[in-house]
């Protein structure tokens, strides 16, 4: 008889591509899987991109913030409708167990999870727990972690570090097809640049003022965001500008010499993975609740990274950063050699069936 689980995040790609993962490893072991995410969220759009044939059901969701607007008003709403949505969805689908990602779709889940004694899994990416997971946090069975920090942060009592995991297939690229894609000789390094899913206008300027001087050094892969594309700068001979890449990135991080990319804990990780040395620009403090500081400063404690906070970003700071990470490579790259790797898909999975 088939077990069934309830997977649940959404709202920016990171709290997707975990649950991305370990879809083909959950049916592999015999579960049948079905997502909870938003009407119109980016969670939806990557789950039916990727498996259009999972089950995926749709509730009414709020945006949490951490300060005060009158929205929280009308989102408050929207959360208790979700509460209805999901509890109407668990109880047609019975599910034996419901494993959340987080982002603010998932609290409503969570609550319903509670109310109809389901057993819920949360698995908490950043040093720090988001708002999302600390409300559903006290109504979660298992919590895991992937920095060993968090666990001063939740209840020790239920929670496991378990680490990283990236899909399996990011392990395995094929340079050739890279170099193909995106055109370039091969004869120089390549200099990989991610702003996260939605891009980053700051970071995306900072690579175009500069971007004469460092083709001087490198063949330059740019993941821009959504509608960032510069037509300024669209036909550039060893410069390609991708908005988002949905297949294929396993391909280009294998041909990726040194990154420049935001924090998200899932992202770093598959740099870390993968050997690839990187210079981290967090999303500022000022402009989020300061996980990706957090995370940039663990990763450079650790020397897998350099860092440049978003405040101190200028095109002459950036330039000298970039610099010293194409002087400090070789070494991060060897002390990249000594960390441990981060869990498969698998292994993530065996740990639900453990603590569910």
């Given amino acids: 008889m088939k077990k069934k689980i309830a997977l649940t995040g959404g709202g920016t790609a990171g709290h997707v591509s975990l649950n991305q993962a370990i879809i083909p490893s959950l049916i592999e072991n015999n579960y049948e899987v079905m997502y909870i995410g938003s009407r119109d969220g980016i969670e939806k759009e990557l789950i039916s991109e990727n498996f259009p044939t999972l089950p995926y059901a749709s509730i009414s969701s709020g945006k949490l913030r951490r300060y005060f607007s009158l929205e929280n008003i009308s989102d408050s709403f929207r959360v208790v409708k979700g509460v209805f949505d999901s509890i109407q969805i668990l109880i047609k689908n019975k599910p034996d167990v419901i494993f959340s990602k987080g982002g603010f779709v998932s609290v409503p889940v969570a609550i319903a999870a509670k109310l109809l004694r389901i057993p819920l899994l949360i698995h908490e990416s950043d040093v720090t727990p988001g708002l999302a997971n600390k409300i559903a946090m006290p109504f979660a069975k298992h919590i895991f972690t992937v920095f060993h920090e968090t666990l001063e942060y939740v209840d020790q009592s239920k929670a496991t570090c378990s680490g990283a995991v990236i899909r399996e297939e990011l392990l395995v690229g094929n340079r050739l097809n890279a170099l193909k894609k995106v055109g370039f000789s091969g004869n120089k390094a390549v200099l990989f640049v991610m702003g996260g899913s939605q891009g980053s206008d700051v970071l995306n300027g900072a690579i175009r003022s500069n971007l004469s001087i460092l083709q001087n050094t490198y063949d330059i892969i740019h993941l821009c965001g959504k509608d960032k594309v510069s037509k300024e700068h669209q036909f550039i001979d060893g410069y390609v500008q991708i908005e988002y890449v949905s297949e294929g990135l396993n391909d280009l991080l294998h041909l990726a010499d040194v990154v420049v990319s935001r924090a998200g804990s899932n992202s770093i990780y598959e740099f870390l993975a993968l050997r690839i040395p990187m210079l981290l620009i967090p999303l500022s403090a000022q402009k989020s609740r300061g996980d990706q500081v957090l995370n ?31 002087e400090r490579k070789s070494h991060m790259r060897q002390v990249m050699e000594q960390s441990e790797m981060p869990k498969t898909p698998r292994q993530m999975v065996e740990l639900i069936e453990k603590y569910q």
């Fill in 296 to 326: 940039a400063q663990l990763f450079e404690k650790q020397g897998f990274a350099l860092v440049l906070q978003e405040e101190e970003l200028s095109p002459e700071a950036f330039l000298e950063k970039v610099q010293q990470l194409e």
